[in-house]
């Protein structure tokens, strides 16, 4: 798919704060995040929605957002909780047609903040945040 936004970061044509990536799954920085260190965990085989998603891939990006998930709460992002989400389908304010898993780190109290971010989505140091995440999940292994 060579207009799918996603897929060109699979194939290294558009640049992208990546995480972690292994055979199957790529994670990188949302660029509009709702709060510090949101992560988008994507299959690097382009399927649009979970109808045409294979399970078994599902089931990875699934771990990898376990992984990730842990670094957020290892790291200095500090995160006490995380969301993971899955929007399929314009109905569900999926705006992206490449499957991706939301990674969202989350913190005690934080309703207002996080209501605050889904609203202004304001984007912050992405490089560093990616650094913070890269190296606790380096460390996990
Ligand atoms: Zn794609």
Redesign the pocket.
Known sequence: ?TD?V??GIVSGVSPAHVVYSDDDVIAFLDLSPITRGHTLVVPRK?SSGLADLDPEIGGKMFGAGQRIAGAMRSSAIGADGVNLAMNDGRAASQTVF?SHLHVVPRHAGDKLTFAKGFLTRRAGDLESTAAVLRSALESQS
Request: glycine letters at 0%.
């Open positions: 798919m799918c996603f897929c382009h490449h």
